[in-house]
């Protein structure tokens, strides 16, 4: 089984950072409050800003939060079912930062693999995702993959009964001991 584990939103709670910085420029917008993918139209603020921001905040990478406490126990974990590959959709400048915050939470994987877009992950050899991504969610369907949905105020709004969405990365191990 070959795993594809997504970075920003399911184990980087990036979000965090961005709005430390968001509420310093603009006014104030709590996490709960991004109900979308695309929340920056509803804020008014320009996409390419938002990117730039959000590349911005992993130059500063060790003030990035995990989403969750023991991340590196659930990726050793994870790796006992398959091969667990880091898949991730960004802007290249910023994977060596990527890179140094996977180092420090000690997390496990086997390969890193950086794409350009998101729904570009979905036509990758995976046959598991484990993503927060709704875009990325619905080719992951398409495309009759297994995707893992990591709850986040912005994909609240995809129902699927295909969908496995999970609230922590535990219950990822649990669906595969079941099986
Ligand atoms: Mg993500």
């Given at each position: 089984m070959k795993i594809a584990l997504d970075v920003d939103?399911?184990?980087?709670?990036?979000i965090v950072s961005w709005l430390e910085h968001n509420n310093k420029i603009r006014s104030e917008i709590l996490k709960?409050?991004?109900?979308?993918?695309?929340f920056w139209k509803k804020f008014n603020i320009n996409q390419y800003d938002f990117y730039a921001e959000l590349s911005k905040c992993w130059e500063n990478w060790s003030n990035i939060p995990p989403t969750e406490t023991k991340l590196s126990d659930f990726t050793k974990k994870i790796s006992q079912f398959g091969q667990v590959d880091i898949v991730t959709a960004r802007e290249r400048s910023t994977d060596s930062f990527v890179k140094n915050w996977l180092k420090h939470h000690d997390i496990v994987y086997e390969n890193y693999v950086s794409v350009v877009?998101?729904?570009?992950?979905?036509?990758?050899?995976?046959?598991v995702f484990i993503d927060d991504s709704p875009l990325n969610a619905m080719k992951i369907l398409q495309n009759q993959k297994r995707i893992f949905l990591y709850d986040q105020p912005w994909n609240q709004n995809i129902v699927d009964k295909r969908i496995n969405r999970?609230?922590?990365?535990?219950q990822v191990i649990n669906q595969f001991n079941q099986k």
């Open positions: 939103g399911v184990l980087a709670d990036v709960h409050e991004i109900t979308d993918w695309n877009s998101g729904p570009m992950k979905a036509d990758l050899n995976y046959d999970i609230s922590n990365l535990s």
